[in-house]
C-alpha cells in the first residue's frame, strides 16, 4: 500500500498562492494516478484534480481550473499542487490520494489517502 503525506499547508492571504506537496512511500507511485481533494468546513470532500502516472494528464475541478497547476516527480515519488490567485473558498484540509486506474476524478476511485493539510485563505 501507497503511504501519502502531504506538506506545505498554512495561512495566506487571498491572492496569494501556496505549494503543497505529497511525498509517497512504500511503493513507486509512477503507475498511480495521484489525486487532490478538499474539505472545507461543513461541505463534502471536493474533487481538485488528478495527474496521470506520466504526467501527461491532468484534469481540474471547475472551482480551481486556470488557477491550481497539479504536477509530480517520479523520481522523488513526490506530487505537487500549485495554487495561484487563492480566495477565501478555497479554505479547506487538502488532501492527496493515489489510484491505480487512468481516469479518477472521485474520490471512491481512489484507495490510500494522506491525512491532510490545512489551507486557510484569509480576506
Known amino acids: 500500500q501507497v503511504r501519502l503525506v502531504e506538506f506545505g499547508g498554512g495561512l495566506v492571504q487571498a491572492g496569494g498562492s501556496l505549494k503543497l506537496s505529497c511525498a509517497a512511500s512504500?511503493?513507486?507511485?509512477?503507475?498511480?494516478?495521484m489525486g487532490w481533494f478538499r474539505r472545507a468546513p461543513g461541505k463534502e470532500r471536493e474533487f481538485v484534480a488528478f495527474?496521470?502516472?506520466?504526467?501527461?494528464?491532468?484534469y481540474y475541478g471547475d472551482s480551481v481550473k486556470g488557477r491550481f497547476t497539479a504536477s509530480r516527480d517520479n523520481a522523488k515519488n513526490t506530487v505537487y499542487l500549485l495554487m495561484n490567485s487563492l480566495k477565501p473558498e478555497d479554505t479547506a484540509v487538502y488532501f492527496c490520494?493515489?489510484?491505480?486506474?487512468?481516469?479518477?476524478?472521485?474520490?471512491?476511485?481512489?484507495?490510500?489517502w494522506g491525512q491532510g493539510t490545512q489551507v486557510t485563505v484569509s480576506s
Open positions: 490520494a493515489a489510484a491505480y486506474r487512468t481516469y479518477a476524478p472521485a474520490s471512491t476511485d481512489y484507495n490510500s
Open positions: 512504500g511503493r513507486t507511485i509512477s503507475s498511480y494516478t
Open positions: 495527474i496521470s502516472g506520466s504526467g501527461d494528464t491532468t
